[in-house]
């Protein structure tokens, strides 16, 4: 046991309370950050005069070399002490002497940890959103080379209208695209600076809370103490953000595994992101789609875990909060698994093309436009709709497709028929003809293609990435 406290108690923490109390065994991913804030804190400390100068750089270095000692492995944190706040500040002091102990002068473990997990969640966040770049940039660069890959758009799981691989897929490029810009919406947002809040009410010293603040990166100190310590909402928005990210892999991923399905056959996975099966010698299953279909459960899980956990808290700080970590981790760690896997499967997949066109050819995915053709001639819509579904029940009789019929089969429904229906319903002109802004048509989903690759590079440029 080693902890920061005890002179005023007689007696020794019982073992088990002790280890049930303790978040070492986690926060210790949270190392970097908290040298981070504790340099930005005791380089306040003496500008402001709290600290001699000489103070403040002895109490800097010593941290600079714990957090190089950390990384070249020559330090490995202790599970014996009882967070990792407590195992920096006692290294320091074994190391530096009386001037270590300073260092958590006008500060609490509750402003220090506010402070850690915020910028334990500002690096997460980046991190989620390179990934996320990295899956669109796939997406993109897939969408360029299938605008003219014809497969059927579903409703209800049925096949209904014509569309291209690069709109279907352009699809969930806006979905990611959104959230791209979720998590930066949040980091705006929760981008304030809780040090200097103390355990509640602030301090007696005169801290110079912007300026840690700003060292630290952020644009600006908190207003308000007691909020200061209690705040997850931050955390719960991130949450709730890598909810959504999953949300979406997982629709896609539904679609991945139906589409490698034996009855689609729209998609082949490379062998690198498949697995078989111990006794049936014929599979090849999409596992990894599976799975972050299946991890999606658990993301929103760390999200009604803490939304859950601070219901019910009093303010200000409570050790219920510590409940946020695990969770948050957890979810983080998650959500980056599967962006990185899904990429790379969905950037090894092969795309049966032939097969998803005639797909789309079987499907009578052009009786609207079968129906459009007779409205230019002057049919109502209505009377449209009923002939083309008549010739639609005699294809399904006859186990054709529109397509197929001969002009004497369309003529004996309508007079109002002529040779050049068959141009006017091949895949590509419905394709074609969808020109309206969104459509797939070729010059609308170009369009699409150019302004998603615009709003990337926007993305980049307030990511700081170019
Ligand atoms: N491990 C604690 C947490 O994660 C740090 C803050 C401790 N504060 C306290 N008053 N015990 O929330």
Redesign the pocket.
């Known amino acids: 046991m080693a902890q920061l406290w005890g002179g005023r108690f007689t007696k020794q923490t019982a073992q088990e309370v002790y280890a049930f109390n303790a ?1 070492i065994r986690f ?1 210790q991913r949270m190392a970097m950050q908290d040298i981070r804030g504790s340099i930005a804190h005791v380089k306040m400390l003496g500008k402001v005069g709290i600290l001699t100068a000489e103070e403040a750089k002895q109490i800097e270095d010593g941290l600079k070399g714990i957090c190089e000692d950390l990384k070249n492995g020559t330090l490995s944190i202790s599970e014996e002490y ?2 990792i ?1 407590s195992f920096v500040e006692a290294v320091l002091t074994q190391r530096i002497g009386e001037a270590g102990k300073k260092l958590h002068t006008g500060r ?3 402003d ?2 506010a402070l850690d997990m915020k910028l334990y969640i500002r690096d997460a966040s980046t991190q989620v959103d390179l990934l996320l770049r990295a899956l669109l940039n796939t997406l993109l660069e897939l969408c360029g080379r299938h605008l003219d890959t014809v497969m059927p758009g579903f409703t209800h799981l049925q096949k209904a209208q014509p569309v291209t691989l690069a709109h279907h897929l352009g699809a969930y490029t806006e979905m990611f695209l959104r959230d791209r810009s979720r998590l930066l919406d949040m980091r705006k947002r929760m981008n304030l600076s809780p040090l200097g809040a103390g ?1 509640l009410a602030g301090t007696t010293y005169p801290l110079d809370r912007e300026y840690s603040a700003a060292l630290l990166g952020f644009d600006g100190a908190t207003r308000n103490s007691m909020d200061s310590v209690s705040d997850r909402d931050y955390l719960i928005e991130f949450l709730s953000d890598l909810s959504m990210i999953m949300m979406h892999l997982s629709r896609f991923c539904e679609e991945i595994i139906l589409w490698n399905s034996n009855e689609y056959r729209f998609i082949e996975l490379d062998d690198a992101y498949s697995t078989g099966s111990s006794i049936m010698p014929q599979k090849k299953n999409p596992d990894i789609a599976e799975l972050v279909r299946g991890k999606t459960g658990r993301v929103y899980g760390s999200l009604m875990q803490l939304l859950t956990t601070m219901k019910g808290l009093p303010l200000a ?1 409570n ?1 219920d ?2 409940e ?2 695990e969770c948050a981790f957890d979810a983080i760690d998650t959500v980056c698994d599967c962006l990185k896997l899904f990429e790379g499967m969905l950037a090894t997949t092969q795309f049966n093309q032939k097969q998803m066109e005639d797909s789309a050819k079987k499907g009578f995915t052009n009786a609207t436009d079968a129906a459009d053709y007779l409205v230019r001639a002057g049919v109502p819509f209505r009377d449209a709709h009923g002939i083309v579904g008549r010739l639609v029940l005699t294809c399904i009789e006859r186990g054709i497709a529109l397509d197929d019929l001969s002009l004497e089969d369309y003529r004996k429904e309508c007079d109002a028929f002529g040779p050049d229906i068959y141009e006017a319903i091949s895949m590509k002109t419905c394709v074609e003809k969808r020109i309206t802004k969104g459509a797939p048509g070729p010059e609308a989903a170009k369009e699409m293609l150019r302004a998603q690759r615009c709003e990337m590079e926007k993305l980049d440029k307030m990511q700081g990435f170019v």
């Open positions: 978040s926060d009882e967070d706040h609490s473990r509750n220090q940890v355990a700080y050790k909060m510590q946020d970590k």
